[in-house]
């Protein structure tokens, strides 16, 4: 199981930024994949996730600027950030698992993770 994620930089407040998640080793319509970020002295925060039945989850942070979709036959899920804010710099991680619907934001709920990418917003 291998998780890469890429698609991090620096963007100007009110621009975008799409990360990508390139997973291997299974398949997304057996797995839900989550994006988390973690800010410097921060715990790490659930923003996103697919469940591997297509529905999607959103922080409230995120909601209404942050889409994550998936391209099952490139076996690739996606986060399109819209609107980006200087509170969004962070590393996000993209995780997979299976969690219940109410604990989809519990970085525990995932036994895999990515490397990470840097996501930074200047104001």
């Known amino acids: 199981v291998q998780l890469q994620a890429s698609g991090g930089g620096l963007v100007q407040a009110g621009g975008s930024l799409r990360l990508s998640c390139v997973v291997s080793?299974?398949?997304?319509?057996?797995?839900?994949i989550a994006w988390f970020r973690q800010a410097p002295g921060k715990e790490r925060e659930g923003i996103s996730y697919?469940?591997?039945?297509?529905?999607?989850y959103y922080a409230d942070s995120v909601k209404g600027r942050f889409t994550i979709s998936r391209d099952i036959a490139k076996n690739t899920v996606y986060l399109q950030m819209n609107s980006l804010k200087s509170e969004d710099t962070a590393i996000y991680y993209c995780?997979?698992?299976?969690?219940?619907?109410?604990?989809?934001?519990?970085?525990?709920?995932?036994?895999?993770w990515g490397q990470g990418t840097l996501v930074t917003v200047s104001s």
């Open positions: 080793g299974f398949r997304l319509v057996d797995y839900g």
């Open positions: 995780g997979r698992g299976r969690p219940i619907s109410s604990a989809w934001s519990t970085s525990s709920m995932y036994a895999y």
């Open positions: 697919i469940r591997s039945s297509g529905s999607t």
